[in-house]
T-cell receptor, first 116, second 120 residues
Framework: DTAVSQTPKYLVTQMGNDKSIKCEQNLGHDTMYWYKQDSKKFLKIMFS???????INETVPNRFSPKSPDKAHLNLHINSLELGDSAVYFC???????????????FGPGTRLTVL | AQKVTQAQTEISVVEKEDVTLDCVYETRDTTYYLFWYKQPPSGELVFLIRRNSFDEQNEISGRYSWNFQKSTSSFNFTITASQVVDSAVYFC?????????????????FGKGITLSVRP
């Protein structure tokens, strides 16, 4: 059973289109994340949701809108795609932890988005 | 703010050589966690190790070993007797501990990664 799954694995689309990437976790976690890995392999957090509530938003353009219908899903919708959005997007999930601790993050396999 | 620096960008070695991947971090927190991840050519992120800031004991796992030194804010990773299958991008990452019971602010800050090529 896949712990954190993402669909699609590959997405090729034209500039200006709107697309969504789906993420689902079956680990019973209540916190989910989106990370972006650019063409230089640099990984950076974009968003974090806890119990469907946005917790972290790392100055991502408004064209990116995460949507969490329930604790097990965090989808990423991107409007008006630009060439610079081409990247690999990783979803991750973790338990909610107590103050002073760390909650281990489990990563999905990634979605490679190519904007032409 | 937290920062992770992996000064080496690409390393190429011949099989069976030992190789050390450097990682230097910056954080204002006293409680934090350090990680190494491997990203093979297939693209997935493979978790290798986690250390917390209170545990400076070095760790060895098979051919892998990690040297954590708070005095120099470094968390270096050594592969002994490297193999072709070790060829990958290796990321060092840092997470500060939750500052509340919320938990969701444990974001990972990654270094830029080191591309390791092991030649037969």
């Amino acid at each position: 059973d896949t712990a954190v799954s993402q669909t699609p694995k590959y997405l090729v689309t034209q500039m200006g289109n709107d697309k969504s990437i789906k993420c689902e976790q079956n680990l019973g976690h209540d916190t989910m994340y989106w990370y972006k890995q650019d063409s230089k392999k640099f990984l950076k957090i974009m968003f974090s949701y806890n119990n469907k509530e946005l917790i972290i938003n790392e100055t991502v353009p408004n064209r990116f809108s995460p949507k969490s219908p329930d604790k097990a899903h965090l989808n990423l919708h991107i409007n008006s795609l630009e060439l610079g959005d081409s990247a690999v997007y990783f979803c991750a999930s973790s338990h909610k932890g107590l103050a002073g601790t760390y909650n281990e993050q489990f990563f999905g396999p990634g979605t490679r988005l190519t904007v032409l | 703010a937290q920062k992770v620096t992996q000064a080496q960008t690409e390393i190429s070695v011949v099989e069976k050589e030992d190789v050390t991947l450097d990682c230097v971090y910056e954080t204002r927190d006293t409680t934090y966690y350090l990680f190494w991840y491997k990203q093979p050519p297939s693209g997935e992120l493979v978790f290798l190790i986690r250390r917390n800031s209170f545990d400076e004991q070095n760790e060895i796992s098979g051919r892998y070993s990690w040297n954590f030194q708070k005095s120099t804010s470094s968390f270096n990773f050594t592969i002994t007797a490297s193999q072709v299958v070790d060829s990958a991008v290796y990321f060092c990452a840092l997470s500060e501990a939750n500052d509340s019971d919320y938990g969701a602010n444990s974001k990972l800050t990654f270094g830029k990664g080191i591309t390791l090529s092991v030649r037969p």
